[in-house]
């Protein structure tokens, strides 16, 4: 891995979202994870709604305000047994579940093109 050099970041733009609570939950451990990094580090955090359409137009407008240097993106798969790390990002939407306003469109590509 030459070439590759470590570098700090400044923690005043390092951006960690979460998701807030959903399918009846009372809490959701993305959240808590996020507001605890924020607190505890200093990171700036937010929560978004499981909404389909608000979500992104809120973290687009957030990303759009500050230049992050770094954005972690957390979420809850309630299905898992364990904590996993997504290694590929794929555009595609498919859910067994609908968002917190009833929607839950059939499985296709999230952004055309």
Known sequence: MSGLVPRAFNKDRILVT???????????????????????????????????????????????????????????????????LERIAVNWWESQDADENGENPSPGPIVDG
Not at 29 to 58: N, R
């Open 18 to 84: 979460g998701f807030a609570p959903f399918l009846g939950q009372k809490t959701n451990p993305s959240a808590e994870l996020a507001k605890a990094l924020a607190s505890t580090y200093g990171v700036s955090s937010l929560i978004l709604p499981v909404t389909l359409g608000q979500s992104w137009e809120i973290l687009s407008s957030q990303l759009g305000s500050v230049n992050y240097e770094a954005v972690i993106l957390l979420g809850q798969a309630s299905r898992r047994q364990k904590v996993s």
